[in-house]
């Protein structure tokens, strides 16, 4: 539907690919407290549709989520912030309640906001007619419904093609204001890359190195993000020393919450390049579909998610794609581990800290993580030529 003003290019071999540009917002005093009000009722109607979906469910059996206009009377204190930013809520909520009914146990029920709890934060979407939009970018702000030009800093600015289709504003805990400019723009598919055993690579997450390659290659977290983090729980101890409520303690939670936000971008950071760096270098990528939630049970004293393998796994699902190669995810249950990528003999479990093993069979010392590797690239692309050879057969 969207594709109807592009006629250049013809819907068969196109693909809507969306990009986000996050830009920093320097909002002024009013347009401050215009957006404290839009946090604030986005939460209440939240609540409020999530509180009457229940109540109807218990009278009706059936599931029902009023819209946002209805609740305007009882609450006119709504009609103050922009409309979109409730429309917003309410698909949310929507969303949250399929993702919830198809799969319980990745998503868990919705659950009711609190201000403390919470993100600050709330999204538009771009409404277009003809020549004008609500959401707008100018050299040096950005556009809004109510809140009208807010200051800001782009690190970057659109391609040519983009179309803005949303916004997000968000309020972090350092109290800085930051837009997440949603843009979509049709391309042409990408051809799709065959992979050869060459051209693919297995990695094996591992909790020392980030991961491990099965050509024995390791990417640790750079130096500087692991002194970050030494620092960050060095302030974690001053911190329970100190005085809850005094001068200092505030001055420190501040200090605390920026080195957190600091090292967050530094995270991100060096997760996009690494995944960028494997989407340009390889043409298959094998990662074990493992649950994340499963290994930071089993392995106690690291941090899986500050890690963040999971949001790496996903950076390099959506850039593999757009070159037209492929993420391969392997069986979660097979011991990659235990069998020998050798002879393929299964041994007994390994304990967590084994580093190396030799096969009791053909006699092959393997270090555990790059052995995994190895076997988490052959089963990889072996389940990719099985699934080549049905869709020839089809
Ligand atoms: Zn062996």
């Not at 009706?60 to 809520?89: M, N, S």
């Not at 020549?131 to 200051?151: E, F, P």
């Not at 990408?190 to 050509?215: C, M």
């Not at 997760?271 to 990662?287: F, G, P, Q, T, Y």
């Amino acid at each position: 539907m969207k594709k109807k003003d592009e006629p250049n290019l013809s819907a068969k071999n196109c693909v809507t690919q969306y990009n986000t540009i996050k830009v920093r917002l320097y909002p002024n005093q009013e347009q401050k407290e215009l957006f404290q009000k839009t946090f604030g009722c986005c939460r209440y109607i939240w609540n409020q549709m999530l509180a009457d979906h229940e109540r109807f469910y218990l009278e009706t059996d059936a599931h029902f989520i009023p819209t946002p206009a209805k609740y305007k009377k009882g609450a006119p204190f709504l009609k103050e912030v922009d409309h979109q930013a409730l429309t917003q809520e309410y698909n949310k909520l929507s969303q949250a309640f399929r993702n919830f009914f198809r799969n319980p146990k990745a998503f868990g029920y919705p659950n009711f906001k609190r201000k403390k709890e919470d993100r600050d934060t709330f999204s538009a979407c771009n409404q277009i007619s003809g020549n004008s939009a609500t959401i707008y970018i100018t050299k040096d702000a950005v556009r809004m419904t109510k809140a009208g030009l807010v200051k800001a800093k782009f690190p970057c600015r659109p391609r040519s093609g983009w179309k803005l289709t949303r916004i997000t504003v968000e309020r972090s805990k350092t109290g800085k204001y930051f837009g997440y400019l949603l843009f979509s723009c049709v391309v042409h598919k990408p051809k799709p890359i065959q992979p050869i055993k060459e051209r693919t690579i297995g990695l094996k997450y591992s909790l020392s190195h980030f991961y491990v390659a099965d050509n024995g290659f390791t990417a640790d977290p750079p130096l500087w993000l692991r002194r970050s983090q030494e620092k960050l729980s060095q302030m974690q101890q001053r911190l329970c020393r100190m005085k809850p409520g005094s001068n200092n303690y505030q001055e420190m939670v501040q200090k605390y919450r920026l080195l957190h936000e600091h090292i967050a971008n530094q995270r991100r950071d060096f997760l996009h390049k690494e995944s960028c760096r494997i989407a340009n270098e390889w043409d298959a990528v094998c990662v074990r579909d493992d649950s994340l939630t499963d290994i930071s049970q089993e392995l106690t004293g690291g941090d899986v998610f500050n890690s963040g393998f999971g949001r790496f796994r996903e950076m390099l699902g959506y850039k593999l794609e757009r070159r037209g190669k492929q993420l391969l995810l392997v069986d979660r249950y097979l011991p990659t581990t235990r069998i020998c990528s050798v002879c393929g003999h299964e041994t007994q479990k390994l304990a967590p800290k084994t580093k190396r093993w030799i096969c009791p069979v053909c006699g092959t010392e393997h270090e555990k993580d790059k052995n995994a590797a190895v076997n988490i690239k052959n089963q990889g692309f072996h389940q990719s030529s099985l699934n080549l050879g049905s869709s020839f057969a089809s």
